[in-house]
């Protein structure tokens, strides 16, 4: 499909242990993004990267999160240590750019990565 | 610090009523505003984005429109369906430094047949 992909679509992680979510955006895309939603909540941003550049990364709960988009494609959230308030959605977007075109910012969901700390 | 406010919470209408969500963030320096539904346990499906320099934006049964200096989105649904039972959410994207997104927590629609 055309559509942004993540993997693992679930993820049942123990306490502690080091987890890593992927995304692939549509292919194309410069704007990447990550966001952690929390039941019952809208998603949170985490952080942005613009081609492999992380432009922003405030969003990061701790320095136990780490993301990185090497090659300006595909990235990999990783969650050292994993606690149970990390158990959420982790959400990936991406978007063709940015600037006065409307169509350019849109932004495009993946299904998101379920992480469950027990 | 952007902070985006969606009202009601949840909402339950008989099917062929129309209907209005409401958004309002608390910086108006805004690039633009875009609103979503969210199916449970899957992503989140773009349905309408409005540039911050635009008033409205259509498709289809949808309507949303953008009063940027109070800081207000409405999100009209016409002639609601079944199908429309979702969560909706407003996102703001603010104009300034890396132009970080904010969203709100939704408000939980479900249309009865």
């Known amino acids: 499909g055309a559509g942004v992909s993540q993997s693992p679509r679930y993820k049942v992680a123990k306490r502690g242990q080091d987890v890593a979510l992927r995304c692939d955006p549509i292919?194309?895309?410069?704007?990447l993004f990550w966001y952690q939603q929390a039941l019952g909540q809208g998603p949170e941003f985490l952080t942005y990267?613009?081609?492999?550049?992380?432009?922003?990364k405030s969003g990061l709960p701790s320095d136990r999160f780490f993301a990185e988009r090497p090659e300006g494609s595909v990235s990999t959230l990783k969650i050292q240590r994993t606690q149970q308030e990390d158990s959420a959605v982790y959400l990936c977007?991406?978007?063709?750019?940015?600037?006065?075109?409307?169509?350019?910012?849109?932004?495009?969901f993946g299904p998101g990565t379920r992480l469950t700390v027990l | 610090k952007q902070e985006v406010t969606q009202i009601p919470a949840a909402l339950s209408v008989p099917e062929g009523e129309n209907l209005v969500l409401n958004c309002s963030f608390t910086?108006?320096?805004?690039?633009?505003l875009q609103w979503f539904r969210q199916d449970p346990g899957k992503g989140l499906t773009s349905l309408l984005l409005?540039?911050?320099?635009?008033r409205e934006q259509t498709s289809g049964r949808l309507n949303a429109s953008l009063d940027k200096s109070s800081g207000r989105s409405t999100l009209y649904i016409a002639a609601s369906q079944p199908g429309d039972s979702a969560t909706y959410l407003c996102?703001?994207?603010?104009?300034?430094?890396?132009?970080?997104?904010?969203f709100g927590t939704g408000t939980k629609l479900q249309v009865i047949p």
């Open positions: 996102a703001v994207r603010d104009s300034g430094g890396y132009q970080k997104v904010t």
């Open positions: 977007a991406s978007s063709l750019a940015w600037g006065e075109i409307r169509v350019a910012n849109e932004q495009f």
């Open positions: 990267f613009q081609n492999e550049a992380q432009l922003d």
């Open positions: 292919s194309g895309h410069v704007s």
């Open positions: 409005i540039q911050s320099s635009q």
């Open positions: 910086d108006s320096a805004i690039y633009n």
